[in-house]
């Protein structure tokens, strides 16, 4: 069963929106003026709204002021997060983690020693394969990946994308939008079958392909001494 979410206190809520806004207006330079230009120009309107239409005006002013400040808060912070997320590894399995919706994010499902990665998503648009790294070994990764799920997928969608700046490579700043555009193909009881079967071939172990090394060979006479007894 899932376990039910923390109720977040009022002021641990405060404790996240001034991290939020230290956090954007450090990686931002525009955050500044454009949060002061949201507060400053809604109460100005509403100072003229009071001085002629009445103090009815003023509650209606102050909403609409944090609505604004909000706005730009959400914008601006997205965008400080995807920019400060470009390049580090992890990233983009991070970003869906954090995303809206039912997603199912398994990192780093295959990887190399030299930080490239391929990470598997389930949603509702079918399986995701989402590669970082070089693109070159990245895409032996890839190629892996699709031939192990092929397996067991069926009839859902795949799809794959290397996260990068080059051309045909996907920047991380615009996979949250390229994901949510994606045509949605999969019910929740979908899902949950794939998760499954997608988990079960996971567990499976993989033995090593090729020779057994001599240093983990059965000394000579071992398998005869052992029928002996």
Known sequence: MAKP???VSFGQRLKQIGMVFRFTAKQDRWFAP????????????????FFVWGWLWIPLGILVTLLSLLIVLNLRSNRAMMNAAEGQPGAAAQIIENMRGDWRVTPAVSSTTQMDMVHLVIGRSGVILL???NAQRVRSLLGQEKRRLAKVIGS?????????QEEGELPVRKLRMTLMRLPR???RRDINALDKRLKALSARPQLPKGAIPKNMRPPKGA????RGR
Not at 37 to 42: K, Q, S
Not at 157 to 162: I, Q
Request: no cysteine.
């Open 131 to 133: 590669a970082e790294g």
């Open 156 to 164: 859902a969608p795949l799809y794959d994308y290397v996260i990068g």
């Open 5 to 7: 979410q923390e109720k």
């Open 185 to 187: 193909k999969l019910g």
């Open 34 to 49: 454009l949060a002061f230009a949201a507060v400053v120009i809604p109460l100005a309107l509403t100072v003229v709204a």
């Open 223 to 226: 398998f005869r001494q052992a």
